[in-house]
C-alpha cells in the first residue's frame, strides 16, 4: 500500500539502510536523528501562541432553551501563518450532553498579519451565569509534526435567563382581562370601587348591586356594574428554601414557580397593577421593587436567572416579616412555597395572620404528576401500594389546603404545567370579585 501525505514523510525520515543499525542509545539516535530534526525546523516554523490576539464578540443573555453564538476573533500578528486547532472550553451545562466535543473544537488557519473569526454555539442546559473558561490554541508546523500549545484567558459571561414557558397562555388570560376591564362588549360584574355602567337585572346577580333609584326612574330593575380596580399592588414571594430543589419531573419546583409568576406578573402589569419580586429562604435572594410596566417582566426575568434552591429550612417568620416590609400598603401576596404538611404547619401557619390581617394571601404550590399517576396505579401488587402511597399524599395536599383556606387564603395546587393558567385565573377572579 503506497503512503502519502505526513504518514510517508515519517516514514522517509525514520528509514535507514540495512547495516547501519548500532547497539544502545547511539543507534537510537542514528536511526531517529532525521526525524528529530524534522520536528524540531516544524516545530520553530510554528506560530507563537502567546503572541496571538483574541478577542470576544456576541450574544450576553438568552432564555434556556435557545442558542448562543459567540464569536472568537484571532488575530495573528507573528511573522508565520498560523495553522491551529482551537478548543473555546465553557462549562459543561453549555451545551447539550454529547455535543461539547463537536461544538467547542475547530480548526484554524491564519495569515500573517491577518485576522479570522470563529463561531462558538452554546446550548445551555440550566439557568444562571456560564462564564467561558479559556481558549486553547495548539498551532502546528508546516509539516504538522510538531507543535506549540498555549492558553489565553478570554472573559465572556452569558445570562441564561428562565424560559417563560407559559407566555402561550398569555393571549387568551388578557382577552378574559378586557372582559373585565370592560374594553369588549361582554360586561362582567366586579365589586371594585370605581363603577361602569347600569344594565339590566339577570337572574343570579346579587341583590346588593341593584340600584334601586335608577330601577324607580325605570321600567326595569337596573343593577351597577363595577370596573375592577387599577394600579392594585402585588407581591410575588419565592420560596428559595429546601422544598423548592424537589425536582418534579426535569426541573426543580423553583422553575415551576418561576414560570407561573412571570405570567402572572405579565397579565397583572397589562391590569394596570404594580408588581414586586421577593426571593426569600433564610435571607433575601432576590428584591426587585418600583419598576415601571416596560422594565417589570425584563428586571424580574433578570433577577431570576441566577436563583438557585438552598438546601436548608426557610424561615417563614423572617420571609413574613420581609415581605410585610416590601409590601408597606394592601396588596395581593402571591407565596410560591409548598403544601407539605410539615413546613406549613410548623413555619407558614403560626406566622400566617401577620400576612392575612393586612393582605390579601395567595398560596401558589407546584403538585408533583407522578404521585397523581401513582394514585391511579392498579393491576399488581405493587401497583395497589403505590396507589395507597399516592392517595395519602393528595389527602394529605388537600388537608394542608383546607387548613390555609380557613385562614382565608386562597390557595392554587397544581401541576408545573397547569399551574401558570391555573395561577391567572385566580387573579382574574379576585380581581373580579373587588378582592384586590
Not at 463537536?102 to 484554524?108: G, K, Q, T, V, W
Not at 375592577?228 to 428554601?241: A, F, K, Q, S, Y
Not at 416596560?294 to 424561615?315: F, G, I, K, Y
Request: proline fraction near 6%; charge should be positive.
Amino acid at each position: 500500500m503506497a503512503l502519502t501525505g505526513r504518514t510517508a514523510l515519517i516514514a522517509a525520515l525514520g528509514s535507514v539502510p540495512v547495516g547501519v543499525w548500532a547497539p544502545g542509545w547511539a543507534g537510537v539516535l542514528a536511526v531517529n536523528a532525521p526525524l528529530a530534526v524534522a520536528c524540531a525546523c516544524d516545530y520553530a516554523l510554528a506560530a507563537p501562541v502567546r503572541r496571538l490576539l483574541l478577542e470576544r464578540s456576541g450574544d450576553t443573555s438568552a432564555r434556556l432553551g435557545e442558542t448562543v453564538d459567540l464569536t472568537l476573533t484571532v488575530t495573528n500578528p507573528s511573522g508565520r501563518p498560523l495553522r491551529a486547532r482551537l478548543r473555546d472550553a465553557w462549562p459543561p451545562s453549555s451545551w447539550l450532553p454529547g455535543t461539547e466535543t463537536e461544538a467547542s473544537r475547530h480548526r484554524l488557519a491564519v495569515p500573517s498579519g491577518e485576522r479570522r473569526r470563529v463561531v462558538t454555539r452554546l446550548r445551555p442546559t440550566r439557568r444562571g451565569d456560564r462564564s467561558a473558561d479559556r481558549v486553547t490554541i495548539r498551532s502546528y508546523g508546516p509539516l504538522g509534526l510538531a507543535a506549540r500549545q498555549g492558553t489565553h484567558r478570554v472573559p465572556w459571561t452569558v445570562r441564561v435567563l428562565p424560559p417563560f414557558t407559559s407566555r402561550k397562555h398569555l393571549p387568551s388570560k388578557l382577552s378574559r382581562l378586557r372582559e373585565l376591564d370592560g374594553r369588549t362588549s361582554v360586561l362582567t360584574r366586579g365589586q371594585g370601587t370605581e363603577f361602569d355602567s347600569l344594565r339590566e337585572y339577570v337572574p343570579g346577580d346579587d341583590t346588593r348591586s341593584i340600584d334601586w333609584r335608577a330601577t324607580a326612574r325605570t321600567s326595569a330593575v337596573a343593577v351597577r356594574t363595577w370596573r375592577p380596580e387599577r394600579d392594585r399592588h402585588i407581591l410575588l414571594v419565592l420560596d428559595t428554601g429546601r422544598t423548592s430543589a424537589g425536582r418534579v419531573g426535569d426541573a426543580p419546583r423553583l422553575d415551576a414557580s418561576m414560570d407561573a409568576a412571570l405570567l402572572l406578573a405579565a397579565l397583572a402589569s397589562r391590569a394596570g397593577d404594580r408588581v414586586d419580586l421577593l426571593a426569600y429562604d433564610r435571607r433575601v435572594r432576590a428584591l426587585v421593587q418600583g419598576r415601571t410596566a416596560r422594565d417589570m417582566l425584563p428586571s424580574l426575568v433578570d433577577a431570576m436567572a441566577t436563583l438557585e434552591p438552598e438546601l436548608l429550612e426557610t424561615d417563614a417568620r423572617g420571609l413574613t416579616a420581609a415581605a410585610l416590609r416590601t409590601a408597606s400598603r394592601r396588596s395581593l401576596v402571591v407565596l410560591f412555597t409548598t403544601l407539605d404538611a410539615a413546613p406549613v404547619e410548623e413555619g407558614l401557619l403560626p406566622v400566617l395572620a401577620r400576612l392575612t390581617r393586612r393582605h390579601t394571601v395567595l398560596v401558589a404550590a407546584v403538585a408533583d404528576p407522578f404521585v397523581a399517576r401513582m394514585a391511579a396505579s392498579r393491576g399488581s401488587t405493587e401497583a395497589v401500594y403505590e396507589a395507597a402511597a399516592g392517595a395519602r399524599a393528595e389527602a394529605e395536599r388537600h388537608r394542608t389546603a383546607e387548613r390555609l383556606r380557613r385562614h382565608g387564603v386562597v390557595v392554587v395546587d397544581a401541576t408545573p404545567d397547569r399551574l401558570p393558567p391555573a395561577l391567572a385565573d385566580a387573579y382574574l377572579e379576585l380581581k373580579a370579585a373587588g378582592r384586590l
